[in-house]
Structure formats: C-alpha cells, structure tokens
C-alpha cells in the first residue's frame, strides 16, 4: 500500500481503541445519565479541548461558518447515530453491538459513489461483502431472538455512515480544527436541548466525573483520528479497517463483563481482519492489474 493508506491506517487504528474506551465508559455512566446527558457532558468536554487547542496553537483562524449547512446535516446525523449506539450498549453485549455497527462501512461503500463520486471498485464490494459475512458470524442474528439493542445500533450504523461521508466531502475544503469545532459545538447545543427539554438535567457525582471525561476524551481522539484518516484515503478504502473493533471489543467484554466469548468472534474477527487488509492491499492497485489476476 501507499505510505499515505498506511499513515491513514494507522489514524484509523486509533479510533479504533479510543471507541473501545468510550464503550466501557459509556456503560459505567449509564446508570446515573440518559444518553443525552452522556452526549451533553461529552461535547462540553470536546469544546473546552478543540477550543483550549485552538487558542494555544493560533487555528482559531480556521474555523469559520463555510459549509455550515453541511456542518448541521453532518453533525445530526452523528448525534442521532451516537445516541442510539450509546442506549445499545446498555442493553446489548458488546461485540453484539460492535457487530452490527459494522454494517456502517457497507453503507459508506454503497453511498460513497453518491454522496462523493468516489470510484468503488467491484473487488472493494466483494471484500466488504465478505467483512460482514465475518460479522454475521459473530453476531449470528438468525441463532434467536434479536435484542431491541441490536434493531438500535442498526439504524445507528446508517446515521454514522452518513456523518462518515460527509465528513469526508468535508475534508475537502475544510481543516480538522474546524471540522472538530463544529462537531463539538453543535453537539453540545443539540445535546443541551435534547437533555434539557423537560427540565431536568442530572449531574454526575464525583465517581463518575472522571468516566464522563473520559467519554469526551476518547470521543474527541476518535473524531480527530477518523477524520485525518479519512483526509489521507477515501472512505471506501479506509473504514473497513474500522472492523479491527470487534475481537477487541469481544475481548474487552469478556474480561470485564464476563460476557460469553464465543469461538465464532474469533472465527468471524479473522474474517474481518483479512478483508480489511485486502481492501487496504487493493487500494495500491490499479484496476488492470486486479482484472490480469484474476482467475
């Protein structure tokens, strides 16, 4: 692969952990915040981070209100997407929820032609069939009765793949501070209202204000890493290795939550890793020499 795919690779390897950090959080939080009080906290620390870094390295300058409808539509879309993968992880085991997410990257490459004439190649649409065939084998969805959590995070993968393109159509003209500052900032105004529209807005006590940091934190690093991985490569290229999340995210749920590791989550997790790195691998090569290879 390119040294610019692989640099794009390995942002994409830190959102990758930072989202695997926000699930643990986000499930030690939930019982004393809804999902909008989660998404409230954690956009008010993205603001006082993205702002605190702007100041401090002079990209103040950079944000501005170009694209701002765009901005909105990108950033609603992410909320909406947010707020329901945040009330699945509640009620649904984690590599669960992690797999059905990854349907995400299957929307990215059938609407990334749409939304950002991108080119998608017909061996790209194969290896990301076979992703989430390794998907559907660890969260085998036809082995009984499907969690309401599983129908929430499905639609949250539709909503994220939209952010995701947008994000890249953004990237064109617009730098990651100011992609970062809109994020931030619309966010923490559509979490206010949607938190705070009866009135009550719970506050968290000291044992969880450093989990709720850490939320923000780790949503912010996703964003920052998401977002120049998707400056260096096209989206149909680089979210597949987005896929790396579900054995870790597997792993992580049996050692902290004791929930069931089946042997399928290997099984499928090496199905997804290989279709990942083929996809990166294909990314290098010109059309004619995919055609001339195969059988």
């Known amino acids: 692969m390119s040294s610019q795919t692989f640099v794009a690779a390995l942002w994409m390897l830190g959102s990758v952990a930072s989202f695997c950090l926000m699930?643990?959080?986000?499930?030690?939080?939930?019982?004393?915040?809804?999902?909008?009080?989660?998404?409230?906290?954690?956009s008010l620390t993205g603001v006082v981070v993205v702002l605190g870094l702007a100041v401090a390295t002079g990209r103040m300058?950079?944000?501005?209100?170009?694209?701002?409808?765009l901005q909105i539509v990108r950033n609603l879309a992410h909320f909406?997407?947010?707020?329901?993968?945040?009330?699945?992880?509640?009620?649904?085991?984690?590599?669960?929820?992690f797999a059905v997410e990854f349907t995400s990257p299957i929307w990215v490459l059938l609407l990334a032609p749409?939304?950002?004439?991108?080119r998608v190649r017909g061996a790209q649409i194969v290896v990301a069939v076979a992703g989430f065939a390794g998907v559907l084998i660890v969260a085998q969805p036809f082995s009984g009765t499907v969690s309401i959590g599983l129908l929430y995070v499905g639609i949250a993968a539709v909503f994220f793949a939209i952010a995701n393109l947008l994000t890249r159509r953004l990237t064109r003209t617009v730098t990651v501070t100011g992609i970062l500052f809109w994020l931030t900032s619309l966010q923490l105004l559509f979490g206010l209202v949607a938190a705070g529209w009866d009135g009550d807005i719970a506050v968290p006590d000291e044992s969880l204000v450093a989990w709720v940091v850490a939320i923000g934190l780790a949503g912010l690093c996703a964003h920052w890493c998401l977002t120049n991985a998707l400056r260096l490569a096209p989206a149909s290229t680089i979210m597949p290795v987005d896929f790396l999340r579900l054995p870790l995210i597997a792993?992580?749920?049996?050692?902290?939550?004791?929930?069931?590791?089946?042997?399928?989550?290997?099984?499928?997790?090496a199905v997804i890793?290989?279709?990942?790195?083929i996809n990166l691998r294909l990314a290098r090569r010109p059309k004619s020499q995919i055609v001339a290879r195969a059988p």
């Not at 909406?80 to 929820?97: D, E, R, S």
């Not at 890793?273 to 790195?277: L, N």
């Open 80 to 97: 909406t997407g947010q707020n329901l993968w945040f009330l699945a992880i509640t009620i649904a085991p984690l590599a669960q929820v």
């Open 23 to 42: 699930a643990i959080a986000g499930r030690v939080v939930s019982p004393a915040l809804d999902t909008f009080e989660i998404m409230l906290y954690r």
């Open 114 to 118: 749409l939304v950002l004439g991108e």
């Open 251 to 269: 792993l992580v749920g049996t050692w902290i939550y004791s929930e069931a590791l089946d042997p399928m989550v290997l099984i499928g997790g």
């Open 61 to 69: 300058g950079q944000v501005s209100l170009r694209h701002m409808p």
């Open 273 to 277: 890793f290989s279709a990942a790195w």
